[in-house]
């Protein structure tokens, strides 16, 4: 069974801050859904509704249909960026009885778990206490955590932070075949690199409001194509002309490549300036900025834009703590 | 299975299976029994079970089968005809223990009779000694003066003394320092008791938070089936606790009556004696209290009370505890938030003493009715005095109710706290979270 999670106009607010501002979208099943925002954007209390561990004050969260409640609790499964297990309670059997919690029963979830744990080789960690366990491990129990009850809908909230490459892939595996179950996914992060490459879907928060929504490619459309890359040999002084007069500005800079959003300039001028300026150009490309740059711009529209309400005055004693929102 | 039993089961086996509980289980009695009994087992073996060799001069000539009938059985006695200078020689040469003399002029209510031995031997053994010497003499003249068997019965007979206390059923319990020594026990029992688990679920809570599986678990269940759960599976440790140390503290006081009557008043009466024993046996020293009579105190109608206020207690301590818990990040952020929680548990022992001296003052009955102190000053006026039933029910009717409200203000404080994180807590959050729907 697949389900698409649906937010309409779903508000929150701590006192006087308001924490989700009216925020819309939809998770189709079968793809992977990535919610964007810089630290504080209010992804953790947006994420916090979905898993109906807060109600908002406005606006509905629904999972197939159904309000946020304990029946679409059951039905998803939620990675928080903050990880924790119980230290001194053995694998196997806190993940039967996490998975129990969800409503599972104890035969299924005790086949379930084995067969999560097989898949990651870690099958002989079963009788282990957590705390024996290296981060690493831990990371894929509590992966293992969040899918092992087979949820309709997904939630990993920065996945592969402090996991080594291996595991990092290991785990993206995972996540894609999640979707290619049919599964709704939905991926919090502010690592946009990964974003691009994984996501289907994109929504982009910031200061508690939508400021950008769509498909990745459509996203990515839509800021057309005024990011150059050159490669080149030889002499590098044209681009700081190039930069000090202003024309482009440097998203990555390394010794022989260079990519520029262009400010005035278009694609021709900076590769006019980089053959006059004697440099040995090996290869040019104009294409879409990269999400991270679409990222900054967008966050910086959006802070600048309609913000006419009163900006919330932050109440020291009824402001969410610094780790609820980003 | 419903999540609030799922969450209590997980939280009770992750703790009762654990070395720790079973060493707790053991070792408290275990101490118990070890500072009461074993001196006086030790006393017992060392002294009471080696045999001793008395001689007895009886220049009486009529003494020797009335004292010798009258030893103890570790005493193995024989009559000598030889002078007192040849059994010092042989006290001396460890030949023999004990020589006694008994002089002619004992029988006409004069002279004394002497113990000759080695240093030691103790008290008990000159007891032992002097008791049969006593009843030896006193049967003898009474036979010498004609004294009827029936009087002879009357002097050897030892009338005990009891206090008793009367009650509406009227049953008499036996003693008020049996009364004392139970409410300061049970008192204490429920006050650590309460402490101790409300503590366990405040760091259960704190430990969730602080591993941030309280997140996690927030998006399987309701934050009040977690607090329930916590609460409801760590109170049956308690009781596991609890009714393990009841069966073990059972089998102890059966092993213990005997022994205390040992460690206070030389050997036991033989079976068939009777309670008031004999003069052969030398006359047990009394007990302030007989030690069967704790039984009859712990009626089922009173430990029904016990049980019922010491789960009340729990419960609203609990409650309040795990709020507290919810509040902060780490254990000594706690204290502050703590005070006024551990404050009304304290007072009850401060009234304790004067619950137990003027059980019926209008203090005492409203203490024992007003909740939260009555959790502890219920049962122990119960011990002191026949508690009227419409005070019991009252006691316990108002406990439910504060029960309810704690759970209440608790669980709006704890769906709030186990989320927050970064700043310590203050009285005025806590009540913010309270009113906040």
């Known amino acids: 069974m697949a389900l698409a999670l649906r937010l309409d106009h779903v508000t929150k607010r701590y006192g006087q801050t308001l924490a989700v501002d009216g925020v819309s979208f939809t998770a189709e099943p079968g793809r992977l859904f990535g919610l964007l925002g810089p630290n504080g954007a209010g992804k953790s209390s947006t994420i916090r509704m979905i898993t109906y561990i807060t109600t908002p004050d406005a ?20 990675l928080p960026e903050e990880r924790g297990l119980y230290k001194k309670m053995k694998v196997g059997e806190q993940l039967v009885y996490l998975a129990q919690l969800k409503g ?29 366990l290296s981060k690493g491990m831990q990371q894929k129990v509590q992966f293992v955590s969040t899918v092992a009850h087979d949820p309709d809908l997904c939630i990993f909230d920065e996945p592969f932070s402090g996991l080594d490459p291996i595991n990092a892939d290991v785990l993206q595996e995972t996540i894609v075949e999640l979707r290619e179950r049919g599964k709704t996914v939905l991926f919090a992060s502010h690592r946009m690199e990964q974003v691009e490459r994984l996501c289907d879907d994109l929504c982009l928060i910031s200061q508690g409001r ?73 290869q040019f490309g104009v294409h879409a900025p990269p999400l991270t740059e679409i990222f900054r711009t967008a966050v910086a529209e959006g802070v600048q834009g309609s913000r006419v309400v009163s900006s919330p005055t932050l109440d020291a004693e009824t402001a969410p703590p610094p780790r609820v929102a980003g | 299975m419903n999540k609030t039993l799922l969450i209590a089961r997980s939280e009770y086996l992750r703790r009762v299976l654990t070395k720790g509980f ?9 101490g118990l029994v070890l500072l009461f009994v074993l001196p006086a087992v030790l006393g017992s073996l060392s002294s009471d079970d080696a045999e001793r060799r008395v001689a007895i001069l009886d220049e009486s000539g009529r003494l020797y089968e009335a004292v010798a009938a009258a030893a103890p059985e570790r005493f193995a006695v024989e009559r000598t005809a030889a002078p007192l200078d040849s059994l010092r020689v042989r006290v001396l040469d460890e030949r023999l223990d004990v020589a006694l003399v008994l002089p002619a002029s004992l029988l006409e209510g004069r002279g004394e009779a002497s113990v000759y031995g080695r240093s030691g031997g103790g008290l008990t053994q000159l007891d032992d000694v002097r008791d049969a010497v006593r009843g030896a003499v006193r049967d003898v003249r009474l036979a010498d003066v004609g004294a009827p068997d029936e009087v002879q019965a009357v002097l050897a007979e030892r009338p005990r003394v009891r206090s008793v206390t009367v009650t509406e059923d009227g049953d008499a319990a036996d003693g008020a320092l049996l009364a004392t020594i139970i409410g300061f026990v049970v008192g204490f029992a429920i006050y650590l008791l309460m402490f101790i688990y409300g503590q366990l679920v405040m760091r259960g809570v704190i430990e969730e938070k602080q591993n941030r599986i309280v997140e996690v678990i927030a998006s399987s269940v309701r934050p009040f089936e977690l607090l329930m759960g916590k609460v409801l599976g760590i109170g049956a440790v308690g009781l596991t606790q609890v009714v393990a140390w009841g069966v073990l503290g059972a089998g102890v006081l059966a092993v213990l009556g005997p022994v205390l009557a040992l460690f206070a008043g030389g050997p036991a009466p033989p079976p068939g004696a009777g309670v008031a024993g004999g003069v052969a046996a030398g006359g047990a020293a009394e007990l302030p209290f007989d030690v069967g009579a704790i039984g009859a105190l712990l009626t089922p109608g009173f430990l029904t009370v016990l049980v019922l206020c010491f789960l009340g207690g729990y419960l609203f301590y609990a409650a309040l505890f795990a709020a507290v818990g919810s509040a902060v990040e780490q254990e000594s952020d706690a204290q502050s938030l703590m005070l006024p929680l551990t404050l009304p548990i304290i007072v009850p022992i401060l009234f304790l003493q004067p619950m137990l001296d003027q059980p019926d003052s209008t203090l005492s009955v409203v203490l024992s009715i007003l909740p939260p102190f009555s959790t502890i000053l ?60």
Request: glycine share 12%; proline share 3%; no cysteine.
């Open chain 1, 210 to 282: 939508v400021v950008l929504r769509g498909t990745v490619t459509e996203v990515k459309a839509r800021y057309g194509r005024d990011t150059v890359t050159v490669e080149f040999g030889g002499a590098d002084g044209w681009l700081d002309r190039l930069v000090g007069g202003g024309a482009v500005r440097v998203l990555t800079r390394a010794a022989g490549r260079a990519e520029l959003r262009l400010a005035g300039a278009s694609p021709n001028d900076v590769l006019a300036a980089a053959l006059a300026g004697g440099a040995d150009v090996t």
């Open chain 2, 378 to 437: 219920l049962p122990v006026r119960a011990i002191a005095t026949d508690v009227p039933v419409w005070q019991t029910a009252l006691a316990l009717a108002l406990l439910a109710v504060a029960f309810l409200g704690a759970i209440w203000v608790a669980a709006r404080v704890y769906r709030v706290g186990i989320l927050m994180y970064g700043k310590k807590a203050t009285f005025g959050d806590l009540w913010r979270w309270v009113r906040t729907a």
């Open chain 1, 59 to 78: 606006g509905a969260v629904t999972l197939g249909g159904v309000e946020a409640g304990p029946e679409t609790q059951r039905r998803m499964g939620y």
């Open chain 2, 22 to 30: 079973l060493v707790g289980v053991l070792l408290a009695p275990l």
């Open chain 1, 104 to 132: 599972m029963e104890r035969v299924a979830a005790e086949r379930s778990v084995r067969a999560w744990l097989d898949r990651f080789g870690a099958s002989e960690w079963y009788g282990k206490a957590v705390d024996e």
